[in-house]
């Protein structure tokens, strides 16, 4: 290389840096995540003026600046349509009436009452009965999902909306843009066709970078006429039913009935709005029910807007007020120090807490980034199950007898702080106990890690694992 190359490297080696050291001041000067702004210098230095362009694509924040004003316009609006009882929080058991303030001020979710909840361990049983509900479909079907795929599950459920749409039921579909970017056009082209109204969520250009830097919308929602509805961890797609590589495929959904569906149709009808630009209410999707049965639930919501996260938040403090147990179900497990250190707190209280992953996910970089979070929990007596009946998909929590979640929502940094979630937090003792038997169940075929395993792992799985969890923030 002759010196004027070099004078030319040497150049844009240290225009490069200039250019990463005004970023990073950019970016600490907005009170970004610490985590994050660190996995970002590793990027820098890991992936050289590549990382640059990627940074730029993806990790500026004037996507999130655009939809924040009309987002949080049309959450007002459509919030104001749901008619609540405000004396509700007393018919819930005082010790958690805090936890019910937290999620009202937080997510505006408003605490419903249930005629009936029902949880579907069993992702066969999950499809009978929606294909039930949606065949007695009278004026509208609502449907969001992160993936949707033209495989025979969702070919399936298209054919039975087009011929619900034939029959003048309104049908609407969200679907994230990132999630189904395999599928073709076609497939949801002949929805439209059919007069089902299918929306993409935030569309991207560059699909295979964008669902690890962009904000997606990671909802599972169904809702039937305002009365039935669908919320939990299984998307469309064969996988779900026939399962992997020869292994099952684990997931919880809960189904709704009564006014607690409303807080689900509103979840809907904002993202409808964000989506289509459409605002619907009123009773046609509100209908007013008579108030029975003694099961409260609350609609939580997350999104990368604004600064409060309500549904990690709520497990944050769910996590400081449990007594006895609190157990956990995520696929992924990558979460931020707060809610380790909660964890750890808990256990270090005398509470049972129990942590249950996959042994092995859908994704081997996350297993690795999950291990390398597990050692200060073994620690502090936090009981780590690995499941080995295949993948586990459940993304549930249950307390002490009398809280349970069920939601889209992973313990991980993404679905903490950068995608759209949901969760519904149920009050209610009977459908605690399911929980917790189905949480025993699961955990007959797990294997228990011990500290002592976790200490004794080969020197280059953990230094994979470490290297790896530096990038847990962007995973």
């Not at 999620?103 to 505006?108: P, T």
């Not at 004026?139 to 909306?161: K, T």
């Amino acid at each position: 290389m002759n010196w004027s190359n070099a004078a030319v490297m040497g150049t844009l080696y240290w225009l490069y840096w200039i250019v990463v050291i005004i970023i990073m001041i950019r970016v600490m000067l907005r009170n970004r995540d610490t985590v994050k702004t660190l996995a970002w210098i590793m990027v820098f230095i890991f992936i050289p003026f590549l990382g640059l362009l990627i940074y730029f694509f993806f990790g500026r924040d004037t996507r999130k600046k655009r939809l924040a004003g009309k987002r949080l316009l049309s959450q007002i609006k459509q919030r104001s349509t749901l008619e609540v009882n405000s004396d509700a929080k007393g018919l819930i058991q005082p010790e958690y009436q805090s936890l019910a303030t937290y999620f009202e001020n937080s997510s505006k979710a408003p605490l419903l009452p249930a005629d009936e909840i029902e949880l579907l361990s069993d992702t066969k049983e999950f499809s009978n009965r929606l294909f039930e509900i949606i065949s007695d479909a009278k004026e509208h079907i609502h449907l969001q999902f992160y993936i949707f795929e033209n495989d025979e599950f969702g070919g399936r459920l298209r054919d039975a909306l087009v011929a619900k749409a034939r029959q003048g039921v309104e049908v609407r579909l969200i679907y994230d843009s990132v999630g189904c970017w395999k599928v073709n056009k076609e497939f949801f082209e002949s929805m439209r066709c059919a007069g089902i109204y299918a929306e993409s969520f935030l569309k991207v250009k560059f699909p295979l970078l964008s669902n690890r830097f962009n904000y997606r919308n990671h909802r599972k929602i169904i809702i039937v006429d305002g009365k039935v509805g669908f919320i939990g961890g299984s998307n469309i797609a064969d996988r779900y039913l026939k399962g992997i590589k020869g292994l099952k495929w684990r997931d919880t959904m809960l189904l709704l009935r009564g006014m607690a569906v409303n807080g689900l149709q509103s979840s809907f009808l904002i993202d409808w709005y964000f989506a289509n630009r459409t605002m619907l209410s009123g009773k046609r999707y509100f209908p007013v029910t008579k108030e029975s049965g003694n099961s409260y639930v609350q609609v939580a919501t997350s999104n990368p807007v604004g600064n409060v996260r309500a549904i990690v938040g709520g497990y944050i403090k769910l996590l400081s007020q449990a007594k006895r147990y609190i157990y956990l179900q995520t696929p992924y497990f990558m979460p931020d120090e707060i809610f380790l250190l909660s964890l750890r707190n808990a256990s270090m209280s005398g509470v049972d807490v129990r942590l249950m992953i996959p042994e092995k996910s859908d994704s081997a970089i996350a297993d690795y980034a999950a291990m390398s979070y597990l050692g200060s929990l073994l620690d502090a007596g936090v009981k780590v199950y690995l499941y080995r009946g295949g993948m586990l998909h459940c993304k549930t929590v249950v307390c002490d007898d009398y809280i349970t979640s069920v939601g889209s929502t992973n313990l991980d940094f993404r679905s903490f702080f950068y995608n759209f979630e949901v969760s519904a937090i149920v009050y209610d003792r009977g459908v605690a106990q399911k929980q917790k038997e189905q949480f025993l169940d699961d955990q007959q075929q797990c294997r228990p890690l011990t500290a002592n395993e976790y200490r004794q792992r080969h020197f280059f799985k953990r230094c994979a694992e470490s290297f790896i969890k530096l990038f847990s923030p962007l995973l």
